[in-house]
């Protein structure tokens, strides 16, 4: 019945992934490579959740796909496109619920093996801000979370294909068909090599983190205290409350070693050129 | 508020770390936190079971080179949240 399997490990879960067409199983092959090949994370609690991607085969509707979860069916009958953003959206929100690690909703990009944060609420625009960056010349580690092993608060990358909107395209000056997986009704998903951009192929050290926020504002950058990247790490984190003292001490170690920055902007390019020029 | 009164040291309960030159606090009981600024965290320092409420203001405008009017309110603000939030004992 399956055409191909493959078994994927995301931030230390594991994860099987079934197709009936070879031809499927192929585009999510290559669109999960970067992300099943970064480094894995401390051991999650769940081992095996079951994500089967199903092509439903009738003359009614061809080409069409339902994706199911655990035997769970978790939308309609789509097209492909859409069915790879829905199975990425779901794929991550296991990931790091099962994370046992520190994760925060933030963007990372890289440079060398220093990463800069870019935390933000979801909705915030940090996909378009490190897409903004990887254009800029940076290296990606993640659209989504910033995740800290919390034995040595190092940053292990996340690489996660990058949801878009035709919004971000547009405000990218990306071509609607220059990314992996066109917008449909579903976000759009860009991998760092539709940029040009590198992935970060090993744990990372923080060096910056950037508070931003977007909107018809000029553009301003400043420095600002690290008890402000502190507040911004734990208001944002999707598991501190599991975590209890050791999210709070790892918060206050990356806050205290990083530098700290508050940044407004309207143009995500002249913001994602502000933060690969930061010292 | 009363300005006679000593204020600090934190419950048994109360972590608090230096993020560079500021203090964050945690509660490990509510598994709450609270990040200071710097003026709060130079508050907190002063909480120390030893001070009034009168003499950390006075401190405070010493060494901000303020009149302590000027900083009262703030002061007093700060160590009722402190007390509303438990991170001090009332």
């Not at chain 1, 069916?73 to 953003?85: C, F, I, K, M, W």
């Not at chain 1, 779901?90 to 994370?99: F, G, H, P, T």
């Not at chain 1, 501190?240 to 003292?245: A, N, Q, S, V, W």
């Amino acid at each position: 019945m399956w055409a191909a399997e493959s078994h994927l490990r995301l931030l230390g879960t594991g994860f099987t992934v079934r197709c009936t067409s070879a031809a499927h199983a192929d585009q999510v092959t290559s669109l999960l490579e970067s992300f099943v090949a970064a480094p894995s994370g401390v051991p999650a609690k769940r081992r095996h959740p079951l994500i089967e991607a199903r092509l439903r085969d009738t003359h009614a509707q061809p080409d069409q796909v339902i994706l199911y979860r655990d035997c769970r069916r978790l939308g309609p009958a789509e097209a492909v496109d859409s069915a790879l953003t829905r199975l990425v959206a779901s794929l991550n929100r296991v990931a790091i619920e099962s994370y046992a690690g520190f994760a925060t909703h933030a963007g990372v990009v890289t440079r060398g093996d220093r990463a800069i944060a870019l935390p933000a609420a979801s909705g915030g625009g940090k996909s378009t801000l490190t897409t903004a960056c990887l254009a800029a010349g940076l290296a990606y580690a993640s659209d989504e979370a910033l995740c800290v092993d919390p034995a040595d608060g190092t940053v292990i990358p996340y690489p996660k294909p990058i949801a878009l909107t035709a919004r971000s395209l547009e405000l990218l000056r990306v071509a609607p068909d220059a990314i992996t997986v066109p917008v449909t009704g579903m976000d759009g998903l860009a991998l760092p090599a539709d940029l040009g951009a590198d992935v970060a192929p090993d744990r990372l050290q923080l060096e910056h983190v950037v508070l931003s926020r977007f909107g018809d504002i000029g553009f301003e950058l400043e420095e600002v205290a690290a008890s402000e990247a502190m507040a911004a790490l734990l208001t944002y984190s999707f598991n501190h409350y599991k975590l209890g003292e050791t999210a709070f001490r790892l918060a206050a170690a990356l806050a205290t070693e990083s530098r700290v920055w508050r940044m407004t902007y309207s143009d995500p390019r002249t913001a994602a050129q502000a933060i690969a020029e930061l010292p | 508020m009363d300005v006679r009164r000593r204020v600090g040291p934190a419950p048994a309960h109360v972590i608090e770390t230096e993020v560079k030159d500021d203090i964050s606090l945690f509660d490990a009981r509510r598994n709450q936190v609270l990040v200071l600024n710097a003026t709060a965290s130079d508050i907190w320092r002063l909480c120390d079971g030893e001070q009034t409420v009168d003499e950390i203001v006075e401190l405070l405008a010493s060494a901000y080179g303020v009149p302590a009017d000027d900083i009262r309110d703030e002061v007093t603000a700060t160590l009722e949240r402190l007390i509303e939030e438990e991170f001090l004992t009332p």
